[in-house]
């Protein structure tokens, strides 16, 4: 599976921006997709995902109701869009992909996840 990440920049605080992650390949055992974000020093941290089946999504209490994460209709996709962006959502932005798991993941750790894309910077300033 390739993931490729596409988005990011920079914004204001206060202002919004979408990330995209589109998967090709061999997609068919796929659990959904992830998004994380790093910043220098500090571990990969958990953003949101999206679970295929049923379209569930769970969020990082440090963005829910200003992050949303769906599906890009007709594609294997995902869109990050954030709004009311703060000044400590600059990071380094991942999206990722899992498998399907019989071990009852909670698929929002960086192990839980198979394949990545590369990293999109988003920097938010005052």
């Known amino acids: 599976v390739q993931l490729q990440a596409s988005g990011g920049g920079s914004a204001q605080a206060g202002g919004s921006l979408r990330l995209s992650c589109a998967a090709s390949?061999?997609?068919?055992?796929?659990?959904?997709m992830g998004w994380f974000r790093q910043t220098p020093g500090k571990e990969r941290e958990f953003v949101g995902s999206?679970?295929?089946?049923?379209?569930?999504?769970n969020y990082a209490d440090s963005v829910k109701g200003r992050f949303t994460v769906s599906r890009d209709n007709g594609r294997i996709a995902v869109i990050l869009q954030m709004n009311n962006l703060r000044l400590e959502d600059t990071a380094v932005y991942y999206c990722a992909s899992a498998e399907r798991s019989s071990r009852g993941l909670s698929y929002t750790l960086a192990s839980d996840y198979h394949y990545w894309g590369q990293g999109t910077q988003v920097t938010v300033s005052s």
């Open positions: 390949g061999p997609t068919r055992n796929t659990w959904g």
């Open positions: 999206y679970r295929w089946s049923g379209g569930a999504t």
